[in-house]
């Protein structure tokens, strides 16, 4: 098989290295991605993982491309969280017998899933080539893809799983390396472990394949009783059911390398016989919100669908692009402080690139631009030589595409004469920081205000124009 390289590098956290990237096939290049657990709106911080794999897509293809790369990202839609809140939201209506409690799961999962992918949209996002919900894969499939109970009895049959007080589990010291993603050893993970509470585990760190559903809860007819699939388990069936046994890149949040991604692996490479899940193991770093981390106790948790459309979030709407671009300002590796002073800088950029995209033409993208994108995502370096004063390419438009970022075709449908009166009065008032900063988030949207005299009165007057 060819050498097919193609310059990129990655970081992967199964060795803790930054790696030349070698595609198992280059002419189908594979990546998965976890995706949301569809019980509420995505907050912020769902929103980085799916920015950032979004630019790994753009590069794969632009690298490999378009028909060669495959980009699956799932939607979990069986999980506990999920049956809570549809009795939370449906309760009167189950019990009255109005709805029965599955109605009001696919109703929730149904109406979240598609606030999702409007959110995700809106942030400039590339839809995946797959988007399997797990409820699709628990049973045996007509199509013969891999499902959730065939890989459980796999587990089963290898002696890496075993029945026990209803559920069916992993036996974690049936493999000799668990814990080599996390790094976590397991007879440490054993002696702070409290037996007591899982007394039919075999180890404290075994985690559960399939679990019992009480007549009230979702369930499926398995081989060891009506239940329904662990967390795990789903995204080990749905990468394989679309990508193989083995493929390239699994990506997702720092906070899912344990237990989420350690356990697939367990699960995948015990199953299949196969010594990786995928070669690459690319990770996106913590956020915080105003410089604490984001919880609702702290009065600082927000949604996509809020900061696009509320003005909870430094008092205003804030531009899909001004989120995105805020968001690759950081390295992908690093945690990001995302703040109203981070979306104002973001905003301030992209109304630089906008005043320069007026006199960019199309062409190809610059190599100096695809080695940045190449050295393991170097989204603040590429950004760099974006807002760079010599631009060394002319194809500014094309290079901010790259990165999902759009400078051309722009239109506005906001009341801007209403944004022109608030600001002549703040300018009455003298309050010009307020002032400018109206004037900023226009032009970031292509609006370009210019101020003058009226000759035949001398007052103020503002005029405007679409700039592209």
Known sequence: MPDETKGL???NTL????????????ENVRMYVCGPTVYDYAHIGNARPVIVFDVLFRLLRHLYGADQVTYVRNITDVDDKINARALRDFGPEIEAGRVTLNQAIRSVTERTANQFHE?????GCLKPSFEPRATEFVMPRVDGKIDMVTLIGQLIERGNAYEANGEVLFDVASMPDYGRLSRRNLEDQQAGARVAVDAHKRNPADFVLWKRSSPEEPGWESPWGRGRPGWHIECSAMSAAFLGETFDIHGGGLDLIFPHHENEIA???CAHGTPVMANYWLHNGFLQVEGRKMAKSEGNFVTIHELLHTEKFGGR????EVLRLAMLMTHYREPIDFSVRKLEEAENVLAKLRRKANDASAGEVAPSFIGALSDDLDLPGYIHLLNAGDLPEPSLVVAAALIGIDLSGLETDIDVESFVQRRLALIRDKNW???DRIRDELLAQGVQLKDGKDPDTGERVTTWEVKR
């Open 267 to 269: 699960q995948s490479r």
């Open 15 to 26: 060795t803790r290295a930054k790696e030349v990237f070698r595609p198992i096939d280059p």
């Open 119 to 123: 959110d995700v949209a809106a942030l």
């Open 317 to 320: 709407k804030w531009p899909g």
């Open 433 to 435: 920081a307020e002032a």
């Open 9 to 11: 590098r990655l970081t």
